[in-house]
C-alpha cells in the first residue's frame, strides 16, 4: 500500500514512472512516523476575522466574473485528488471537471466548517462569481462544447470544488442540463439539509432521486444512512455503515480511479486533516 498523503505535491513526469495523464502533479508520501496534522480548530465566538463575519471568501480577488476567465469548468487533470477522467465503474471514460463558487458566500450559515473551511488555505483557486448575470448561459454552453468534444464518453461535473448550491433556481439549472445531456454526469456533497425551509435541499434531494447515479449529491455530515459523508478523526473511528475515502489513505490515485462516490450511495468517512 502507497503511503499516506503528506499534503505537498510535486510536478508528475513519464520519465519517472508518473501517470501524467491522469494529473498534471503527484503526491508526496508522508514519511514512516508522522502523523497527519488536524484540522484547526475555530475560534472563539467574537474572535471571528472580518471575512467570516460578512460570509466571504478569504481571498475576494479570486472572485471572478465569467469574463475574466477562460474557462467556467477546470480539468481534473488539475487537482491531485480528482484527475482528468474516470478510468473504472459505469462512467470509466467520461472526462472530469470541477466548479468553484465563492465559499460562504453560496453556504448555508450552517455549514460546520464555516470557520474552518478548506477555502482558507486555497489563496490561487479561482472562485466563479455567482451573481453574475451571464453565469448559466455561458456554464451552458462551456458543457455543451465539452460533451461534444470528440473521444469523450461524457462528462463528469464536481460540484462544487468551493461553495455550495446557492437557490433552488441553480438546482434546477443542474436538472435542465442534465435532462438536455444523456452523457452528462455530477456528483459531490452540499452542506445544505433536505428539510431546509429555502427549499434548496429539496430541490437536491429530488435531482438525486431523479437522476440515480448520474446525480449523487451528498449530505456533508448529513447523519443519514446513506448518501451522507462523515468526518472522522483517525481510520478506527470509521462508522460500520462508512468506507474511508481510498484517496485519503492512499489506496487510490484520485477520484477518477475510485469512483465510489458515484457508484455507491454507501457513507463516505473522511479523514479530517
Ligand atoms: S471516495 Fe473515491 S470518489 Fe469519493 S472523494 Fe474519495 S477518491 Fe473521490
Same mark, same amino acid.
Request: aromatic share 10%; glycine share 10%; hydrophobic share 30%.
Given at each position: ?62 472572485? /471572478? ?16 485528488? %480528482?484527475?482528468?477522467?474516470?478510468? /473504472? ?6 472526462? %472530469? ?28 483557486? +479561482? ?17 455543451? /462544447? ?8 461524457? %462528462? ?43 427549499? %434548496? ?51 487510490? +490515485? ?11 450511495? /454507501? ?7
Amino acid at each position: 500500500m502507497a503511503g499516506e498523503i503528506l499534503g505537498g505535491v510535486r510536478k508528475a513526469y513519464a520519465s519517472k514512472g508518473d501517470d501524467s495523464t491522469f494529473t498534471r502533479f503527484v503526491k508526496l508520501e508522508r514519511p514512516e512516523g508522522k502523523k497527519r496534522h488536524q484540522r484547526r480548530q475555530p475560534k472563539l465566538p467574537g474572535f471571528e476575522a472580518p471575512y467570516i463575519i460578512e460570509g466571504r471568501t478569504k481571498f475576494p480577488k479570486s472572485v /471572478k466574473t465569467v469574463a475574466e476567465v477562460t474557462n467556467l469548468l477546470v480539468s481534473g487533470h488539475s487537482n491531485v485528488k %480528482i484527475g482528468r477522467d474516470v478510468r /473504472k465503474g459505469k462512467l470509466r471514460g467520461y472526462w %472530469i471537471y470541477t466548479l468553484s463558487l465563492e465559499e460562504r458566500k453560496t453556504c448555508p450559515l450552517t455549514c460546520e466548517h464555516w470557520q474552518s473551511c478548506y477555502g482558507n488555505n486555497m489563496p490561487y483557486a +479561482k472562485r466563479v462569481d455567482f451573481t453574475d448575470p451571464t453565469l448559466l448561459t455561458a456554464l451552458e454552453a462551456e458543457l455543451e /462544447k465539452l460533451i461534444g468534444t470528440h473521444g469523450r464518453k461524457g %462528462i463528469l461535473v464536481r460540484l462544487h470544488a468551493l461553495g455550495d448550491f446557492y437557490s433552488p433556481a441553480y438546482v434546477g439549472f443542474w436538472r435542465r442540463m442534465l435532462v438536455k445531456h444523456p452523457r452528462l454526469a455530477i456528483y459531490g456533497y452540499t452542506a445544505r439539509r433536505r428539510s431546509s425551509p429555502d427549499g %434548496i435541499g429539496r430541490a437536491i434531494d429530488l435531482l438525486n432521486n431523479d437522476f440515480g447515479e448520474r446525480c449523487m449529491i451528498r449530505w456533508s455530515s448529513g447523519g443519514l444512512k446513506t448518501m451522507s459523508t462523515v468526518n472522522i478523526g483517525e481510520e478506527s473511528s470509521k462508522p460500520a455503515d462508512a468506507f474511508i475515502c481510498p484517496e485519503q489513505t492512499g489506496k487510490t +490515485k484520485g477520484c477518477g480511479t475510485c469512483g465510489l462516490c458515484w457508484g455507491t450511495s /454507501k457513507n463516505v468517512a473522511f479523514l479530517e486533516h
